[in-house]
């Protein structure tokens, strides 16, 4: 089975710009959820999507979003980008639930804000 | 405890040894508790999630345990070898979503 595949690995913006990133999760698996993490810091949970919906959301401002399709894709946006928003993204997927199943990582996605 | 704390922040030990790590987690609205490893230029890999409170669970050298009543939880690494220098995450879920610690980054010398 192929594993969570995150695109683009490596991402340069300036500040202002918006981005949009990519996660496919594992086949099968129908929960994504996106996390950030900057330098010091540990996983920040940003938000997780389960058939199409958003589930739960972490506290982050409006300027990041998310959405996941009917193949349980999902992508996750982020408008007028700040320099604070360079990090690594990470997406993961389950079954059914993050909450008490295990998650399958994908490799991240570094976003450098310039 | 209002977030979910790991300690200590690093270790270095030596091949062989024995070590453990502690997660210190809230203990109201909790669901589940998530340790995963994460190797450098790797993804985070699950290793074990517990929700029942004395929860033992073990993975060839690696076991942890649960207190939910108290709110923490250790992982313990038997024997350790060069290859288990990782950052080993817990995660605490409730509330509809996973809260992570910083992680404890593990370095086992030859």
Request: aromatic content about 12%.
């Amino acid at each position: 089975k192929a594993g969570v595949t995150q695109t683009p690995r490596y991402l340069i913006k300036t500040r202002g710009q918006q981005v949009t990133l990519s996660c496919s999760p594992i086949s099968g698996h129908r929960s994504v959820s996106w996390y950030q993490q900057t330098p010091g810091q540990g996983l920040q949970f940003l938000f997780e999507y389960f058939s199409e919906t958003q589930r739960n959301k972490g506290n982050f401002p409006g300027r990041f979003s998310g959405r996941q399709f009917s193949n349980s894709r999902s992508e996750m946006n982020v408008s007028t980008l700040e320099l604070g928003d360079s990090a690594l993204y990470l997406c993961a997927s389950s079954p059914w639930t993050t909450l008490d199943e295990k998650l399958f990582f994908g490799s991240g996605t570094q976003l450098s804000v310039l | 405890i209002l977030n979910v704390e790991q300690s200590p922040q690093s270790l270095h030990v030596q091949e062989g040894d024995s070590t453990n790590f502690t997660c210190s987690f809230p203990s109201s609205n909790f669901y589940a508790l998530h340790w995963y490893r994460w190797e450098t230029a790797k993804s985070p890999e699950a290793l074990f999630v517990m929700t029942l409170n004395g929860d033992e669970k073990k993975k060839g050298r690696i076991s942890a345990t649960l207190n939910t009543k108290e709110g923490y939880s250790y992982l313990y690494i038997k024997g350790s070898q060069p290859e288990d220098s990782a950052t080993y995450l817990c995660a605490s879920s409730g509330g509809g979503k996973s809260t992570f610690g910083d992680g404890t980054t593990l370095t086992v010398k030859p």
